[in-house]
Structure formats: structure tokens, C-alpha cells
């Protein structure tokens, strides 16, 4: 069997590409590749967060649905993004605290600490260090 090397890239579902567009590159370092609209009249921006190791494209439909984004529907429930230690996640907090970001405390797991954030959209995102780091 064939086997997968790893992500290619999220892709988020957003009611406002503009506003997303400001709150990724502020909050998460997002640094725009391409932005454009497809065939269908879907306008969307691709880009990497800060590390560029991740990439995420963000994509706002011209029918999208306006529900509000729950982690008890089927489908996505969260997105996790790496980081190295608890101390990267403390600085993390730090700033997600001083750009008004809706965030959680630190939760520390037996199998990690993770810090949770929302999009403005409410998307469900979490910061993870892995345990004992």
C-alpha cells in the first residue's frame, strides 16, 4: 500500500476571506502565496503560517452556508498545529491574550499540553507541545 508523507495543507471554509486573511497573517504569522477566484466564484488566499511548514488556504464560497462552526457536527472538529515545547505555547498565550484572540488556559494531557483558539469564524484551533517538552 502506498503511504502518505505527511499534510499538503488545511483548508478552511471562512464568511468574511478579507477579514480571515487579516487574522491569519496577525495572529499566525500567515503569509499569502496566492489568492485569486475559481471557476465556481469561490475567492480564496493560500498561504503558509509562520515556520512555513504548514499551509493553509482559506476559502470563502458565494452560497456558503451561515451555521456557525461546531465540533459536534460531522466533519472537522479541530486543527492542531505543532509546536516544540510548553514554553512555546506559554509565549503563544502571551500573544493570543495581547491581540485579543479567544483562547483557553493551557491544558496540560498525558499526551501533551495544548492551548485552544478560535478563528474569527470560530473555528476550532489548538496549539500542541508534546508531553514532557
Known amino acids: 500500500m502506498?503511504?502518505?508523507s505527511g499534510f499538503s495543507h488545511i483548508a478552511l471554509?471562512?464568511?468574511?476571506l478579507e477579514r480571515s486573511k487579516r487574522w491569519y497573517a496577525n495572529v499566525?504569522?500567515?503569509q499569502p502565496l496566492i489568492?485569486?477566484?475559481?471557476?465556481?466564484?469561490?475567492?480564496?488566499?493560500?498561504g503558509v503560517v509562520?515556520?512555513?511548514q504548514v499551509g493553509?488556504?482559506?476559502?470563502?464560497?458565494?452560497?456558503?452556508?451561515d451555521g456557525t462552526f461546531?465540533?459536534?457536527r460531522i466533519g472537522?472538529?479541530?486543527?492542531?498545529?505543532?509546536v516544540e515545547s510548553r514554553t512555546e505555547l506559554e509565549d503563544w498565550q502571551q500573544e493570543f491574550d495581547s491581540q485579543g484572540v479567544t483562547f483557553s488556559p493551557i491544558v496540560e494531557a498525558p499526551y501533551g499540553a495544548v492551548l485552544s483558539f478560535k478563528d474569527p469564524d470560530g473555528l476550532a484551533l489548538e496549539a500542541f507541545a508534546p508531553p514532557g517538552s
Open 50 to 52: 509562520a515556520g512555513g
Open 13 to 16: 471554509t471562512v464568511t468574511d
Open 28 to 30: 499566525l504569522g500567515w
Open 56 to 65: 493553509v488556504g482559506l476559502r470563502q464560497h458565494p452560497s456558503a452556508d
Open 2 to 4: 502506498p503511504a502518505f
Open 35 to 46: 489568492e485569486g477566484t475559481d471557476e465556481n466564484g469561490i475567492r480564496f488566499g493560500f
Open 70 to 72: 461546531s465540533p459536534h
Open 76 to 82: 472537522l472538529d479541530h486543527i492542531s498545529f505543532a
